[in-house]
Structure formats: structure tokens, C-alpha cells
């Protein structure tokens, strides 16, 4: 027996609770992504390499492998992930608040203040992978696959309004009014998704005040992960494995843009070269609000490998930039590729598995996701330092070039043995 929602006739998927997470996380994301490219700048604009921004930059992304090991297995219900929802918020509150406090001093770059950093960026990064993880988890509880696709698609629009003018409002602020005071604006995005996740959290404890202790333990039941630890510990959740690992390849190569495409942008003498993710975000929010239909048209695998061949033509146009035409273009064609992508990729690991195993499906994914994201940041800013940053993105459009002939040959294998099953 499962836990059912009392239907009121209106479209389960723009829930009033929906909304409200929603909300939240474009605070968030906005807070995020300010911080993401600004605190690079800082750091290089303090003294620090490029392969030291690199690695501080693959903090965040580590910290998103562990966590949804470490805690994945906890959020077995509504409550448990209200309280994540809060609390991660209030770490990444925290971690910027000591950013805060360091820019109102005057230090040399060395490797103690740069470990402070990374200490910092940690606490941040634990923060941000616990709320993600979490309020991802809250939005497809009691979902059918369908409606998994269009609320993850209406949130990662969310998210995408947000990115879209977070990088060009945060190095924006930082140009105009200093490093202090932006990172004083970053702290009051993250206190207004603070204040949402604890309205998130009153409702929660207010919609299971009115429910039987039976349903209750039913429901914790019923949302553990199979196949969790004695301890309650989640492990791999290996039907999501293969979309996990692609998104893991995926991540790597694009961790030469999403780490470096400022700091190469300033190399070419931009001003707020934070520009570009607007385009980016405008792209991928019209693409994944066309996603169902599409799908329906053309199949997701067809989708799946344009899109990845429009990626890689996103990283040549952006190994050919010359200036800032050629920057919005690269922010075009990764955005309008990405928004499909990452929706695709998602979902694929969330839907394999029985809606009782998606919490372990999703910290499967996002293990990858963020090993992914950190190893390439470490990679590409070693590179960087040897062949330059505008040499990256060639290697880079190689490298989406072989994921491309992979997809290619994955799917003719596996609609080989389709026919021969």
C-alpha cells in the first residue's frame, strides 16, 4: 500500500509546496552562482594561479560526491528533507559569511589564507549538496515519470532564471562596488532562501501533524532506498549507473567552461564577461521548455546525441573567440545543448529505478555529477597553466567529439539487442 495524494483536480505538478521550493532554490542558485564566479576572480585578483582557482573551484564539486554517500540515506522522508533543505542553506550562509569577513582585511596570498579558502568553500560545498540533494528529492515525491519531466524541467528553469543573471550581476557588483559588498549581497539572497526553507519546513511539520503514526512509518519505509546499509547508509544504486557514468565524462569536459570561461573572458579583455551566461540560461530554459514536445517528435536519444554534437561546436566557437560576439554564440549553442542534456541525463537515472529507490538513484547521479564537475576543474586548470586557457576548449570539443561516437555506438548496441531479445 503507498501513501497516496488527495487529488483537487488542479495539475499536481505546480503544487503550492512545488512553488515554494522553487522559490527557494532560485534564491539559492542565485547565491550560488554569484559566488562561483566571483570567488575565482578574488582569489586570482589576490595573487593566486590558475590550477590554485581550479582546485578551490573543485571543492564545491568534491564535496557534491561525498555528501550524497554520506547522507543520502537519512532523507527518507519529507521532514528529514526540510531540515536538509534548511540547514544546507544555512552552511553555505555561513561560508560566505566568512568570505565576508576576510575581504575587509589586508593579506598576502599564502598558503594559509588559501587553505582558509578552501576550508570555507567546503563548508559550502557540504551546504549546497545537501539542499540540492534534498529539495530534488522533495519535488518528485509521489510523481509518475512524466511529471518527474516536467517539474524537473519547470526547476531547473528556475534555476536557470537565477544563473542566468547571477555570474553578470555578481562580478557586475564586484566591478562596481568592491568584493565586500557583493558578498554582502550574496548573504541577502542566501538569508531570503533561508526564510523560504523554514516556511518549507513549518508546512511540512504541519502537513504531518494530521497523519496516523502507521502512514507515517509506512511512508519512511517505503522511501528507503533499496539495497541501503545496516546502518541506513545509502550505496550505488546500479540501474542509474550508466546514466550517471556519461553524466561523469560530461562534467569533466565541461568543467573547462564552467570553471574557467571568466577567467579566459578577462584574458580577451571583456568587461563583465559574467555576460555570458545569460544567454547561456536564456537557451536552456526555451529548450527545456519545448522538451516534452520535443521528446515525442524526434526520441530522446536522437535529442541526446544533436544536442552533445552542439556542445562540442559550442567549445570550438569558444576556442576561435576573439571577443564578445563570440562569447555570447559559445553561451548560445552550450546553453541550448546543456538544457536538454542535463534534463535528459537526470531524469534517465531517477526514472530507472521505482520511485522507492529514486533517493539513491538521485545520490548515484549526483556522486558522478559532482566527481565529474571537481575532476575537471583540477584537470583543465592544469592544463591551462601549461598550453593556455584558450587551448582548453579545443581539447575539450576533442573529448565531446568521442562522447559523441560513444552515445552512437551505446544505442546501436543496445537496439541490437532489443532485436535480438
Known amino acids: 500500500m503507498s501513501v497516496k495524494i488527495a487529488s483537487s483536480g488542479k495539475d499536481p505538478v505546480y503544487s503550492k509546496d512545488f512553488l515554494l521550493i522553487l522559490c527557494f532554490y532560485i534564491f539559492a542558485i542565485l547565491a550560488e552562482q554569484m559566488e562561483a564566479n566571483v570567488y575565482p576572480v578574488f582569489l586570482r585578483s589576490s595573487g593566486y594561479s590558475v590550477s590554485q582557482t581550479g582546485v578551490f573551484s573543485s571543492v564545491l564539486n568534491l564535496t557534491g560526491c561525498l555528501c550524497p554517500l554520506l547522507f543520502g540515506g537519512f532523507l527518507i522522508n519529507r521532514l528529514r528533507r526540510s531540515w536538509a533543505v534548511l ?11 566568512g568570505f565576508l569577513l576576510l575581504s ?22 557540504v551546504g549546497y549538496s545537501v539542499y540540492f540533494m ?35 550581476l555578481g562580478l557586475g557588483l564586484a566591478s562596481a562596488v568592491g568584493f565586500g559588498n557583493t558578498f554582502v549581497v550574496m548573504l541577502v539572497f542566501l538569508s531570503a532562501a533561508a526564510a523560504l526553507a523554514a516556511v518549507n519546513l513549518v508546512r511540512s511539520q504541519k502537513s504531518l501533524s494530521g497523519v496516523s503514526s502507521a502512514v507515517k512509518a509506512e511512508s519512511a519505509v517505503e522511501q528507503t532506498p533499496s539495497g541501503a546499509g545496516k546502518k541506513g ?15 561523469f565524462y560530461y562534467e569533466v569536459v565541461m568543467g573547462s567552461v564552467f570553471s574557467f570561461i ?19 540560461h536564456i537557451c536552456a530554459i526555451a529548450m527545456r521548455s519545448v522538451m516534452t514536445r520535443a521528446i515525442a517528435s524526434f526520441g530522446k536519444q536522437n535529442i541526446l546525441m544533436a544536442c552533445v554534437g552542439v556542445e562540442g561546436l559550442g567549445l570550438l566557437v ?37 520511485e522507492a529507490r529514486r533517493g539513491a538513484a ?36 576533442v573529448l565531446m567529439l568521442f562522447a559523441l561516437a560513444g552515445l552512437f555506438l551505446y544505442f546501436k548496441r543496445r537496439k541490437a539487442v532489443k532485436a535480438a531479445g
Open 87 to 97: 540547514l544546507g542553506v544555512l552552511g553555505e550562509f555561513l561560508g560566505a559569511a
Open 104 to 125: 575587509l582585511f589586508s593579506w598576502e596570498p599564502t598558503k594559509l589564507f588559501f587553505a582558509v579558502f578552501l576550508m570555507l568553500r567546503l563548508v559550502q560545498g
Open 134 to 168: 534534498a529539495a530534488m528529492n522533495l519535488i518528485t515525491e509521489h510523481m509518475t515519470d512524466e511529471q518527474v519531466l516536467r517539474r524537473t524541467s519547470a526547476y531547473y528553469n528556475g534555476g536557470s532564471v537565477a544563473a542566468a543573471t547571477g555570474p553578470a
Open 233 to 247: 547508509l545509502p550505496v550505488f544504486e546500479k540501474a542509474a549507473l550508466a546514466p550517471s557514468l556519461f553524466m
Open 262 to 280: 571568466m577567467l579566459f573572458s578577462g584574458e580577451l579583455n571583456l568587461t563583465n564577461s559574467g555576460i555570458f551566461y545569460t544567454p547561456y
Open 318 to 354: 569558444a576556442f576561435r573567440a576573439g571577443g564578445m560576439l563570440s562569447i555570447i554564440i559559445t553561451g548560445a549553442l552550450l546553453g541550448a545543448a546543456d538544457g536538454f542534456c542535463f534534463s535528459i541525463i537526470n531524469v534517465a537515472a531517477l526514472t530507472s529505478v521505482p
Open 362 to 397: 538521485n545520490a548515484t547521479f549526483l556522486t558522478f555529477k559532482g566527481l565529474g564537475l571537481a575532476c575537471g576543474s583540477i584537470l583543465w586548470g592544469f592544463i591551462g597553466d601549461m598550453i593556455g586557457l584558450r587551448n582548453i576548449y579545443l581539447c575539450a570539443s
